[in-house]
C-alpha cells in the first residue's frame, strides 16, 4: 500500500537558518511523483516543488530544494535561508495514479527571529 | 491564472441540515478534486472529476455526500444530514493533464463547522 510518512510533528528554526523536512514513502509502482505544499494558517495548499520518480536530479526551486533518494525511498525538503514568512505547516505528497495524491501528515515548521 | 476559488470560506450549520460548497477551478484545468482535511491531518482524498464525469470516489464519501461537476466546469459538494463528525476543511484542487509535472493547484477552503 502507498504510504507517506513525515516523523516531525513540528520544528523550530531560527531565521537565516537552512532547515530539512522529513519524508519517507513507500510504494511499489514505479512510476509515481512526489510534491511538497506549504499550507499558511489561511487554509490554501501552496505547491512548492515536485520530482518524479525517475527524474535524474533533486529538484530546484527558488529556495527550495528536494533531496530525493529514492533507494531509501526519502524526499526531504530543503529550505534555505529561512525567512518568518516560512512559518507554515509543510506537507509532503504522493501521486501514484492519474487521480490521486496522498498526504504526509505534515510538520509544522516555526521560524524564530 | 487566476486561481480556484471556494464558495464560502466558512458556514457553521446545525446538525441535520444540508450545506453545498462550490468549487471554480482554473479555468484551463479539466480535472477538479475534492479533499477533506481534519485537524493537525494532511488532505484525504473524496473525489475526483475528468470534465463533468466522477471517475473515483473514496470509501470517506457516504451516501450523505455527493459532488457534481454539471458543465465541467465548476464543482459542487453536498453533504445531507450533516453531523458533527462532518467538521472539517473542504478543499479543491484543479489540474491539467496536458501539462508535466501534473501538478494539483488548492483552493482556499471551506471550513465547515457542525454544531
Known amino acids: 500500500a502507498q504510504k507517506i510518512t513525515q516523523t516531525q510533528p513540528g520544528m523550530f528554526v531560527q531565521e537565516k537558518e537552512a532547515v530539512t523536512l522529513d519524508c519517507t514513502y513507500d510504494?511499489?509502482?514505479?512510476?509515481?511523483?512526489l510534491f511538497w505544499y506549504k499550507q499558511p494558517s489561511s487554509g490554501e495548499m501552496i505547491f512548492l516543488i515536485y520530482?518524479?520518480?525517475?527524474?535524474?536530479q533533486n529538484a530546484t526551486e527558488g529556495r527550495y530544494s528536494l533531496n530525493f533518494q529514492k533507494a531509501r525511498k526519502s524526499a526531504n525538503l530543503v529550505i534555505s535561508a529561512s525567512q518568518l514568512g516560512d512559518s507554515a505547516m509543510y506537507f509532503c505528497?504522493?501521486?501514484?495514479?492519474?487521480?490521486?495524491?496522498?498526504f504526509g501528515s505534515g510538520t509544522r515548521l516555526s521560524i524564530r527571529p | 491564472d487566476t486561481g480556484v476559488s471556494q464558495d464560502p470560506r466558512h458556514k457553521i450549520t446545525k446538525r441535520g441540515q444540508n450545506v453545498t460548497f462550490r468549487c471554480d477551478p482554473i479555468?484551463?484545468?479539466?480535472?477538479l478534486y475534492w479533499y477533506r482535511q481534519t485537524l493537525g491531518q494532511g488532505p484525504e482524498f473524496l473525489t475526483y472529476?475528468?470534465?463533468?464525469?466522477?471517475?473515483?470516489k473514496s470509501r470517506l464519501l457516504s451516501d450523505r455526500f455527493s459532488a457534481e461537476r454539471p458543465k465541467g466546469s465548476f464543482s459542487t459538494l453536498e453533504i445531507q444530514r450533516t453531523e458533527q463528525g462532518d467538521s472539517a476543511m473542504y478543499l479543491c484542487?484543479?489540474?491539467?493533464?496536458?501539462?508535466?509535472?501534473?501538478?494539483?493547484?488548492f483552493g482556499p477552503g471551506t471550513r465547515l463547522l457542525v454544531l
Open positions: 472529476f475528468q470534465n463533468e464525469a466522477q471517475l473515483e
Open positions: 520530482q518524479g520518480s525517475y527524474d535524474q
Open positions: 510504494t511499489s509502482d514505479p512510476s509515481y511523483g
Open positions: 484542487a484543479s489540474s491539467s493533464p496536458g501539462r508535466e509535472p501534473e501538478t494539483q493547484y
Open positions: 479555468s484551463e484545468h479539466n480535472r
Open positions: 505528497a504522493m501521486r501514484f495514479s492519474a487521480s490521486k495524491i496522498i
